[in-house]
C-alpha cells in the first residue's frame, strides 16, 4: 500500500512538474508572439491533463486571464452546429438528404437554379457549390435584411442564394452561408431558434454556449484584438447574427473542453446517442472535409487527426483531435495575427511533443 502511494504521489508531482513547464514555454511564445492573452488545454476522453489561461484579457490592462474567460470560436462553431445537425438526423428531425428546398419552398423561384438540389449534407460537408462571404464583405447592407434575428438569417439567406454563382468546379466550397442555411433548415425542422438548439445542447452537455462578443455582455471578460494589436470595442455585430450557425459562438475554454470529450468518448463507443462508427464518419467519412471537421492522415505511422481553426477578425481558435492515441490540444487567443497564428503552432507542437502525439505538422 506504501508503495502505491508512493508511485501516486510521484505520478501527481511529475505531472504538476511537467504542465509547470508547459506554462512557462505557452507564456514565453505568448509574449514573443504578441498574444495579449492565452488559454489551451490538453484532454483525454476522461480527464483534463492540462489546462491554463495567461497574459491578458486585453492589451495593455491590469485585466489578467481567467481559466473561465470566454473566447468567440469562429469557424470552430461549425464543430458544434455540424454535431448539432448529427444529433437531429439520428432522432429523425431531419435527414441528411433532405433539400433546402423541402423546408423553405417559398425562396425556390428567385434562387439560382443551380442551389435547387442542396441538401443538408452538401451545406455542413461544403459539397455545395456556394461562393464565399466573411464578415468583411459590404453587401448587403444592414438596410436590406430586415427583422428579428432570426428573421434576418432568412432574409440573407434569401438574398444570397439569388446571386449569380459563377464558379470553377471544385471538391470542396468553403462557404460560410452554407452553414448559415444548414442553420436555417435545423430551425425549420425543429421550430426553435439556432440559439435556442445550442442552448439545449448546452443544457444536456453542461456548456455555458453563448454568442457574440465576450466584453459586449461583461467588459471583464477578453476583448479581441486585430493584426495591429488594436482592441475590440464592445460593440453589436449585426453581421455576426447573420453568421451564428457558421462562426458565432462563444464559451469558455473549460467548457468546450467537455465538448471535446464528448467527441473523444464516442470516437471510443462510449455515446449513447450515435455510434462509434457514425462519430468517425462525422470526423473522417469523406476527404479532407466531413462533417463540421477538417481532417489529414499521416501515412508513415496510420495516425488521424481531425481539426478545425477559427479566426473571426480578432480571436484565434484551434483544435486538433488526434483518437489514435486519445488526445486532443486546444489553443484559444484574442488577437488574429500570422504572428499571433504561427506562435500557436509552435505551442501545438510543443503539447503534441510532451503528450506523445503525433506531429500534426
Not at 207 to 231: A, R, S, T, V, Y
Not at 277 to 291: A, C, D, K, V
Not at 302 to 328: E, Q, R
Not at 339 to 347: C, K, P
Amino acid at each position: 500500500m506504501k508503495k502505491l502511494f508512493f508511485a501516486f504521489v510521484l505520478f501527481i508531482l511529475f505531472n504538476s512538474s511537467h504542465a509547470q513547464n508547459n506554462s512557462s514555454f505557452t507564456d514565453s511564445i505568448r509574449i514573443k508572439y504578441n498574444i495579449p492573452e492565452l488559454a489551451y488545454a490538453v484532454v483525454s476522453s476522461d480527464s483534463v491533463l492540462e489546462i491554463n489561461a495567461l497574459g491578458y484579457q486585453r492589451i495593455n490592462s491590469k485585466y489578467k486571464a481567467k481559466i473561465d474567460d470566454k473566447f468567440r470560436l469562429g469557424s470552430v462553431t461549425k464543430t458544434i452546429t455540424a454535431y448539432l445537425a448529427a444529433v437531429l438526423v439520428k432522432e429523425r428531425k431531419i435527414r441528411w438528404d433532405t433539400k433546402f428546398f423541402d423546408l423553405y419552398p417559398e425562396l425556390k423561384a428567385k434562387s439560382q437554379p443551380s442551389t435547387y438540389d442542396f441538401t443538408l449534407q452538401d451545406f455542413i460537408t461544403f459539397r455545395a457549390s456556394m461562393k464565399t462571404w466573411y464578415y468583411g464583405n459590404e453587401a448587403p447592407t444592414q438596410k436590406e435584411i430586415k427583422g428579428n434575428d432570426q428573421q434576418q438569417r432568412y432574409e440573407f439567406i434569401a438574398w444570397f442564394l439569388q446571386q449569380e454563382t459563377v464558379l470553377e468546379k471544385q471538391h470542396i466550397y468553403w462557404s460560410n452561408p452554407s452553414y448559415v442555411a444548414a442553420g436555417l433548415m435545423l430551425e425549420k425542422a425543429t421550430g426553435k431558434t439556432y440559439e435556442t438548439l445550442v442552448k439545449d445542447l448546452g443544457k444536456n452537455l453542461n456548456i455555458d454556449f453563448e454568442f457574440g462578443q465576450p466584453n459586449l455582455k461583461d467588459k471583464n471578460q477578453p476583448w479581441g484584438h486585430d493584426e495591429d494589436l488594436k482592441p475590440e470595442a464592445p460593440a453589436l455585430n449585426y453581421k455576426l447574427n447573420w453568421l451564428s450557425s457558421a462562426g458565432n459562438i462563444k464559451v469558455s475554454l473549460p467548457d468546450y473542453c467537455k465538448f471535446i470529450q464528448m467527441l473523444l468518448q464516442g470516437l471510443q463507443g462510449k455515446s449513447k446517442l450515435l455510434t462509434a462508427e457514425e462519430f468517425n464518419y462525422m470526423q473522417f467519412g469523406l476527404p479532407e472535409f466531413s462533417f463540421g471537421w477538417n481532417s489529414e492522415s499521416k501515412k508513415n505511422n496510420d495516425s488521424k487527426y481531425s481539426f478545425h481553426n477559427g479566426n473571426p477578425g480578432t480571436f484565434l481558435t484551434k483544435v486538433y483531435i488526434c483518437s489514435s492515441v486519445n488526445k486532443a490540444f486546444i489553443l484559444f487567443a484574442n488577437v488574429q495575427s500570422e504572428q499571433a497564428d504561427n506562435g500557436l503552432v509552435l505551442i501545438l507542437e510543443e503539447l503534441e511533443k510532451k503528450y506523445g502525439a503525433p506531429s500534426f505538422n
